[in-house]
């Protein structure tokens, strides 16, 4: 026996794709970082491991291996310390924050917060400097092999501002947080 649906309930039921966006930008606020870095990560050690096996045992070697790994490795550091930033993971001297109370912890952690941020915003600004001055000179990759790829080093360099924004919007996340976790008198 077929059930009449009606087409309210319906409407209301489906998962619109307002939803599914959300839900999707909510997976990867969560996990971007740990994607890239796995990604990175894999990558570069694939390049590296194909590169040893191919010098050891075959005598050869490829001229744009060593470079793309070490543009992976500026990419896997810059989504790496931004994942350091979401955890609060930064190396730094907390024996101050654990002599203080939380209310002067609350302000230590705010003033890190400002002092990083400022950090951030002139590394992407003198970091985009770089990249356009790359761009207007044209400036190419150093291996042959890249260079006939026509590799504009500005790609490269883009990890940096990329790295750092992604840190700017971890560290306005772990601001608000911060103060969400002082008002309820949870920040440890």
């Not at 955890?87 to 705010?110: C, T």
Request: glycine share 2%.
């Amino acid at each position: 026996m077929k059930k009449n649906v009606n087409s309210e309930d319906y409407n209301k039921n489906k998962p619109s794709m307002l939803n599914l966006l959300k839900r999707v930008f909510k997976f990867l606020d969560s996990k971007i970082e740990e994607y890239a870095i796995t990604v990175f990560y894999f990558s570069f050690t694939v390049i590296l491991l194909n590169e040893v096996i191919r010098r050891y045992f075959f005598a050869a070697s490829t001229d744009w291996s060593e470079e793309v790994a070490r543009f992976l490795f500026v990419f896997l550091v810059c989504f790496a310390a931004a994942y350091a930033v979401r955890e609060r993971g930064h190396l730094r001297i907390s024996i101050i924050d654990n002599l203080v109370s939380k209310k002067i912890k609350f302000y230590l952690y705010i003033f890190y917060d400002i002092c990083f941020l400022i950090l951030a915003v002139a590394i992407i600004y003198y970091s985009v400097q770089i990249m356009q001055l790359q761009i207007r000179t044209d400036t190419l990759a150093m291996s042959e092999s890249l260079r006939k790829l026509n590799l504009n080093m500005a790609y490269v360099y883009a990890a940096v501002p990329l790295g750092w924004a992604l840190m700017i919007y971890r560290l306005i996340q772990r601001f608000i947080l911060t103060i969400k976790e002082y008002k309820e008198g949870k920040l440890e």
